[in-house]
């Protein structure tokens, strides 16, 4: 690729502040075997990225496309869910004459690069060795679309949020970043449960938040629950307790290890192995060659699959992400070799959305049937939070300042990891508080 192009797509990539699904500043290293875009999302309840491709698939190619030239890498690849027909067919049109290569994947959970990488070998009839998937990098529907409308240099499309659980109306809504939960809501035409809960990003990798919360970079979805729901009971456990509940009630089944999506790619993650030995105050191991070994924790993905299918209703999910986070506080590192290989029954131990909804008291919100086009929502105004994930930004507003669309509105450290913040909608700055956010009025 001519190196002046190069450099000109990164540069477009940069000022328009295009970020991963992390948002965090894209990392376009050269040493991958192949790019991956996924429309699958990996939550239940969410349709967020079915939206995406379908309002926009000749914007998902294309970002694919892009990073394709970017990177130098010459194998694209598209991961589609299997049941997500409308969007499969729209995608295949548009990738028609292109390097990319649309491929179906199962409705199962989750949908993290492993995973996919060994679904489309399989598909292929090949490991991903043979598949030439060892080094892969993945990228969602939004981060595809964002880097399209970079490239093209347009402003940055709004959020595409799924927005379920118990609201009247579940629906997908465009947003601006920083919409307040509550507009989220109301746009659904409330909740029937007064005083209901929200976890953002879903119920199994995501994280319950509270109302002050608003639409940031890494949001694809809100799952609202009555504060009665088990799963918000069980959110407020303390991690003590699920160790004293699994030292004394954990059987060693092995159901969570026979789940585990790493396990099932071939990694030597185990986590029967490793609750038992953490609940009951072993100490840990640093020999990556140990099978019980909590550096192998370090690979988890958090998906919280293990935890719906624990029998005696513990939080394996909960213990590993606890002991992988104390690691990586004493400054560890493990990197597991990416010697992915799907085990010989993978298939039958995976668990689809379905099945995840039911056995999480979801089913009665499922959005398996909703067809409908994604709704724009503008709020009367959005507040930006200067806390990202690599560190903290900065305001680059003055009190009173009228804000036009794509102008940036707060500044990282050029040191992190992050991206600036552009606004997505016209207003004036009405509040700034150099502790917590920046607050725009829209016009």
Request: aromatic content about 2%.
């Amino acid at each position: 690729m001519d190196s002046e192009l190069n450099s000109r797509l990164r540069q477009r990539l940069a000022d328009a502040c295009v970020a991963d699904a992390r948002g965090n500043r894209l990392k376009l290293g050269s040493d991958a075997t192949a790019i991956i875009g996924r429309v699958a999302d990996s939550e239940p309840l969410f349709q967020t990225e079915r939206v995406v491709a379908e309002s926009h698939p000749q914007h998902v190619i294309r970002g694919l496309a892009a990073l394709a030239l970017v990177t130098g890498v010459r194998r694209c690849l598209l991961a589609v869910r299997a049941d997500w027909t409308s969007a499969t067919r729209m995608l295949r049109r548009m990738a028609a004459g292109t390097s990319v290569e649309v491929i179906a994947v199962s409705a199962s959970c989750p949908r993290d690069v492993a995973t996919i990488s060994v679904d489309i070998a399989q598909s292929m009839g090949k490991t991903p060795a043979q598949a030439g998937l060892l080094r892969p990098v993945l990228f969602g529907a939004q981060v595809l679309v964002d880097v399209a409308a970079a490239v093209d240099e347009r402003p940055l499309p709004r959020r595409t949020v799924s927005v379920a659980g118990a609201v009247r109306n579940p629906a997908i809504l465009q947003v601006p970043l920083g919409t307040g939960i509550s507009d989220l809501v109301a746009a659904c035409g409330g909740s029937p449960n007064p005083g209901w809960v929200a976890f953002h990003n879903g119920v199994l990798a995501g994280e319950r938040v509270g109302g002050d919360f608003h639409v940031d970079l890494q949001t694809h979805g809100i799952v609202i629950l009555p504060r009665e729901h088990p799963l918000v009971v069980a959110s407020t456990t303390p991690l003590s307790d699920h160790l004293r509940r699994t030292a004394s009630a954990c059987v060693g089944c092995r159901i969570c290890t026979d789940v585990c999506p790493v396990a099932l790619c071939g990694g030597e993650l185990a986590p029967h192995h490793l609750v038992q030995r953490i609940a009951r105050g072993g100490a840990f191991a640093n020999n990556a060659n140990d099978t019980n070994s909590t550096l192998h924790t370090m690979t988890c993905t958090q998906c919280g699959v293990c935890t719906v299918a624990c029998p005696s209703a513990l939080d394996p999910a909960r213990i590993i992400a606890a002991m992988a986070e104390s690691l990586r506080k004493q400054g560890v590192e493990y990197l597991a070799p990416q010697t992915w290989r799907a085990v010989a029954d993978r298939a039958g131990r995976q668990l689809s959305m379905q099945r995840l909804e039911a056995m999480l008291g979801l089913s009665a919100y499922s959005l398996a049937g909703w067809t409908g086009p994604a709704r724009s929502v503008i709020p009367q105004r959005i507040v930006v939070a200067l806390d990202s994930p690599a560190g903290r930004r900065r305001p680059a507003v003055h009190l009173g300042q009228a804000i036009g669309v794509g102008e940036r509105i707060l500044l990282s450290d050029p040191a992190a990891g992050d991206v600036d913040i552009r606004s997505q909608v016209a207003g004036r700055v009405v509040e700034i508080d150099r502790d917590e956010s920046v607050t725009i009025r829209v016009s």
